[in-house]
């Protein structure tokens, strides 16, 4: 990871962003976080947030934030508000048929992980979740080690599920989708964006902090680890290519100048 000052000055047009720890620090927006978005988006730039939160704090962020847009769940969905409609749109990874019978499914590795693993909970969100099941690890209870947390993930593989590990929660689901595979649909279905060109990969910014940021990490070369990505340094499977000074909303802000004070 090189310091953020070595990232070249680019033709950026998007940037996808992380929320939890990225753009939050300590689960607040600050305003210095929101101010950034806000900026980013007033200079042209085209802004979309990429989580692990629910449909619910989708539907919300896309009506109310800064943003273009947001993919949630990590890569089962994304939303934007359209202005010329008024309307909120959703374009959803399954049917509804689908996602029902796989919310049975989850009941039951939720039932598991709960009995196996002490300490932790379903994660405080999981009631607005449209795909996966969030079991916290320290967001609304006393931080559980590390061989707890590795110990959920191998639970949800056991059941066929694919898990990831964000600053927060363990996210678990059924299918073969993540935060990058939503991020090229979105593109290319939105803005006619093929993000397989080089080209237009490289004029794309991704900020993140945590392992299930791994895949943006590696596939866009304009990549950014916000500081408290070392706290993962031995988790993640790919690293950011650059890494700001400042942890957090702070470490994004940063970002923000460096790619506003372009030439």
Known sequence: MRPLEQMPHARVATIFTDIDDTLT???????????????LQQAGLRVIPVTGR??????????LWPVDGIIGENGALYMWHDTQTGKLQTRHLLDEASRAGNAARLAGVCERIL?????????????????????????????LPRDAVDRIVRI???SGMTAKISSIHVNGWFGDYDKLSMARLMMRERYG???????????????????????MFAYFPLSVGVANVLEFADRLAHAPHFITRQPCGAGFAELTRHLLARP
Not at 31 to 39: D, F, I, P, R, S
Not at 126 to 139: G, K, N, P, S, T
Request: charged residues 30%; proline residues 8%.
């Open 25 to 39: 620090t300590g689960g607040k927006l600050s305003a210095e976080a929101y101010e950034a978005l806000e900026a």
């Open 156 to 158: 949800m593989e056991e």
């Open 115 to 143: 009995r196996e693993v002490p300490g932790c909970a379903v994660a405080s969100d999981q009631f607005c979740r449209q795909y996966d099941l969030a079991i916290d690890f320290c967001e609304d209870v006393p931080p």
């Open 54 to 63: 629910p449909a619910g704090w989708c539907d919300q962020i896309a009506r």
């Open 193 to 215: 964006v093929d993000l397989a060109d080089e080209a237009e990969r490289s004029r794309c910014v991704f900020a993140g902090d945590s392992p299930n940021d791994a895949p």
